[in-house]
């Protein structure tokens, strides 16, 4: 069965950080671009960061960048996220696709990519 599974979210306090970590099981993220993006209660879904595995490519969105870190290591990728804030909060997804090119993965969260995890709940909270 091909999927993505996200881990690693939980409470952190401000300026706190976590690493998620994004694991595709069933097919290899050779040559995909893989995208996180989050939901906050009352939002849209928005992207945060999208990575090629083709060409190494990152994109950020102005509110993560040079806080949060996307990177890959085979089949996982992950994002280092540091000096986080209270409007971080929201459930994070990762998501695999193989045709996209990776600042339109992240400027069109709501795209059907061809893969989509499950999500893992980050909470900002002093």
């Known amino acids: 069965q091909r999927q993505l599974v996200e881990s690693g979210g939980g409470l952190v306090r401000p300026d706190g950080s976590l690493r998620l970590s994004c694991t595709a099981s069933g097919f290899s993220l050779d040559n995909y671009a893989i995208g996180w993006f989050r939901q906050a209660p009352g939002k849209e879904r928005e992207g945060v960061s999208c990575i090629s595995t083709l060409d190494g490519s990152t994109h950020y969105q102005p509110s993560v960048r040079g806080r949060f870190t996307i990177s890959r290591d085979k089949n996982t990728v992950y994002l280092q996220m540091n000096s986080l804030k209270l409007e971080d909060t929201a459930i994070y997804y990762c998501?695999?696709?193989?045709?996209?090119?990776?600042?339109?993965?992240?400027?069109?969260?709501?795209?059907?990519?061809?893969?989509w995890g499950q999500g893992t709940q980050v909470t900002v909270a002093s």
């Open positions: 998501a695999a696709d193989v045709q996209v090119e990776v600042q339109t993965m992240c400027d069109f969260p709501q795209l059907n990519y061809d893969y």
